[in-house]
């Protein structure tokens, strides 16, 4: 069985956690120069971008914790944080970088939308509370040095200082002089906790202090303990990714060659897909439980919303000769809206459009709740606000969508639905019930009878 987490949000753009595909944390390792940098993270981007993955660009703009003193590490925080903007504004990619120290905290989350606390660090309490109190995502690296269970108190700390936005990493543990070695269980011990895991698939292959005065790895073993972390469930995956590897500032024999990232990760997603789908599977069971049974009772659904463009018509824009935009309801779906109103069950429409025709729809079907106009994020803060008004909880809510601006809500609320013509991101969140009929043509009545036979 798969644990299921919170999914972390980031920039309003996508999710780490529950039942999504991994997403991927790349990157050189250090920042050795801008042309570099920029060069590694437009070929991610493309490479993600055609593979469906979502890309948070990675590299440091120190390395504090060199084997020698003479070892390079990169071109410092200022120069750093210009370079890792430039790749943010230009090429439109999430940051994240290592922090240090306390005092860093603060400026590196300018540019960042994640800080990184390395491994070394993660039980420094003054650089957790400092991270923690940017409000940024915190990516803690596991210490080699620690056990999984260990990390309970690096959450509590974090949420002590106000801060939710968790992700815990595993890089491996100390095994004798010189070697790493990865408990896999371990990577379930820590999603139990609740929050999202990442593999760091490089540094789990490092040799520390394996040549003297540099660190050794194997690079040749991480595709396999990247699958191998997939297949237990992992939500994330860290690699730093070079384009001459054995020439870098640091962390070389570990660091993957840029020209087989993508082969890389295709063989990750086969992977992936598996274990998610078994995730999937297991949040269907869990939404057909909740039908009543003789020793059994449902969550009962309170609030039942829709969208409309999509939903409660079929998507087609229509005008007429004076200009005036028209849209085609479905009678069926207005029928069934009253008859679950009639359960005692709140209805509402949330829709991202603005206009009289859906105000006269609304006021005609006599529904509780209409929030026109709300777009990123507004529709799941507007529900909240609904649920606050009722004394409702999200879980208690049904919502049928059909579109990316649906994604947020549809993947908060207790019963999620979507017309048989959805987008597939939407069709692809886990646990949704997909409607047999399309938008415009019944499925809100079809998703009407389907709460009133199993969830009233």
Request: with cysteine.
């Given at each position: 069985?798969?644990?299921d987490t919170?999914?972390?949000?980031?920039?309003?753009?996508f999710?780490?956690g529950?039942?999504?595909?991994?997403?991927l944390i790349?990157?050189?390792c250090?920042i050795?120069?801008?042309?570099?940098t920029m060069m590694?993270?437009?070929?991610?981007?493309?490479?993600?971008?055609?593979?469906?993955?979502?890309?948070?660009?990675?590299?440091?703009?120190?390395?504090?914790?060199?084997?020698?003193?003479?070892?390079?590490?990169?071109?410092?925080m200022k120069r750093?944080?210009?370079?890792?903007?430039r790749?943010?504004?230009?090429l439109?990619l999430?940051?994240?970088t290592?922090?240090h120290e306390?005092w860093?905290?603060?400026?590196v989350?300018?540019?960042?939308?994640?800080?990184?606390i390395?491994a070394f660090?993660s039980?420094?309490?003054?650089?957790l509370?400092?991270?923690?109190?940017?409000?940024?995502?915190?990516n803690?690296?596991?210490?080699?040095?620690?056990?999984?269970?260990?990390m309970?108190?690096?959450?509590?700390?974090?949420?002590?200082?106000?801060n939710?936005?968790?992700?815990?990493?595993?890089?491996?543990?100390?095994?004798?002089y010189?070697?790493?070695?990865?408990?896999?269980?371990?990577?379930?011990?820590?999603?139990?906790y609740?929050?999202?895991v990442?593999?760091d698939?490089?540094?789990?292959?490092?040799k520390p202090?394996?040549?003297?005065?540099?660190?050794g790895?194997?690079?040749?073993?991480?595709p396999?303990?990247?699958?191998?972390?997939?297949?237990?469930?992992?939500?994330?995956?860290?690699?730093?990714?070079?384009p001459?590897?054995?020439?870098a500032?640091?962390?070389?024999?570990?660091?993957?060659?840029?020209?087989?990232?993508?082969?890389?990760l295709e063989?990750?997603?086969?992977?992936?897909?598996?274990?998610?789908?078994?995730?999937?599977?297991?949040?269907?069971?869990?939404?057909?439980?909740?039908?009543p049974t003789?020793?059994h009772?449902?969550?009962?659904?309170?609030?039942?919303l829709?969208?409309?463009?999509?939903?409660?018509?079929?998507a087609?824009m229509?005008?007429?000769?004076?200009?005036d935009?028209?849209k085609?309801?479905?009678?069926h779906?207005?029928?069934g809206?009253?008859?679950i109103?009639?359960k005692?069950?709140?209805?509402g429409?949330?829709?991202?459009e603005?206009?009289?025709?859906?105000?006269?729809?609304?006021?005609?079907?006599?529904?509780?709740?209409?929030?026109?106009?709300k777009?990123?994020g507004?529709?799941?803060?507007?529900?909240?606000?609904?649920?606050?008004?009722?004394?409702?909880?999200?879980?208690?809510?049904?919502?049928?969508?059909?579109?990316?601006n649906?994604f947020?809500?549809?993947?908060?609320?207790?019963?999620?639905?979507c017309?048989?013509?959805?987008l597939?991101?939407?069709?692809?969140?886990?646990?949704?019930?997909?409607?047999?009929?399309?938008?415009?043509?019944?499925?809100?009545?079809?998703?009407v009878e389907?709460?009133m036979?199993?969830?009233?």
């Amino acid at each position: 069985m798969i644990i299921d987490t919170c999914k972390i949000n980031v920039i309003n753009r996508f999710e780490i956690g529950g039942s999504n595909r991994f997403v991927l944390i790349a990157g050189p390792c250090a920042i050795e120069s801008e042309e570099m940098t920029m060069m590694v993270a437009a070929k991610l981007k493309e490479i993600c971008e055609e593979l469906d993955i979502h890309l948070i660009f990675k590299s440091s703009f120190d390395k504090a914790n060199r084997s020698s003193v003479k070892a390079p590490r990169g071109l410092g925080m200022k120069r750093g944080l210009e370079i890792l903007q430039r790749v943010k504004t230009e090429l439109d990619l999430p940051i994240v970088t290592d922090v240090h120290e306390a005092w860093q905290c603060a400026e590196v989350a300018k540019v960042a939308d994640m800080l990184q606390i390395p491994a070394f660090l993660s039980r420094q309490t003054d650089l957790l509370v400092a991270a923690a109190q940017t409000g940024k995502i915190v990516n803690v690296k596991k210490g080699q040095f620690m056990a999984p269970w260990d990390m309970k108190n690096v959450i509590d700390k974090l949420r002590d200082s106000g801060n939710e936005n968790i992700l815990l990493c595993e890089r491996g543990s100390s095994f004798g002089y010189n070697n790493l070695v990865v408990d896999m269980t371990g990577l379930v011990e820590m999603r139990s906790y609740g929050f999202p895991v990442v593999f760091d698939a490089t540094h789990a292959v490092q040799k520390p202090g394996g040549q003297g005065t540099s660190t050794g790895g194997n690079r040749e073993m991480v595709p396999y303990l990247m699958r191998a972390a997939l297949a237990v469930g992992v939500d994330a995956i860290f690699a730093e990714v070079h384009p001459d590897p054995d020439h870098a500032f640091s962390d070389g024999p570990n660091q993957i060659h840029l020209s087989r990232i993508k082969e890389i990760l295709e063989q990750a997603i086969a992977i992936d897909n598996i274990t998610k789908q078994l995730a999937v599977s297991n949040k269907q069971q869990a939404v057909c439980a909740k039908i009543p049974t003789k020793n059994h009772q449902p969550i009962k659904i309170k609030l039942l919303l829709t969208d409309v463009d999509g939903v409660l018509t079929d998507a087609g824009m229509y005008y007429s000769e004076a200009g005036d935009e028209l849209k085609k309801f479905n009678t069926h779906d207005g029928m069934g809206l009253q008859l679950i109103r009639d359960k005692g069950i709140k209805t509402g429409i949330i829709t991202s459009e603005d206009t009289k025709l859906v105000e006269r729809r609304f006021n005609k079907l006599k529904l509780d709740y209409l929030y026109q106009g709300k777009r990123e994020g507004g529709k799941l803060a507007s529900v909240k606000e609904i649920c606050s008004k009722e004394g409702l909880k999200l879980s208690e809510v049904a919502y049928i969508g059909d579109d990316v601006n649906c994604f947020e809500l549809l993947s908060n609320v207790g019963l999620a639905a979507c017309p048989s013509n959805a987008l597939d991101t939407i069709k692809n969140i886990p646990g949704i019930i997909q409607m047999k009929k399309k938008g415009g043509e019944g499925c809100v009545r079809e998703f009407v009878e389907m709460i009133m036979n199993s969830y009233c």
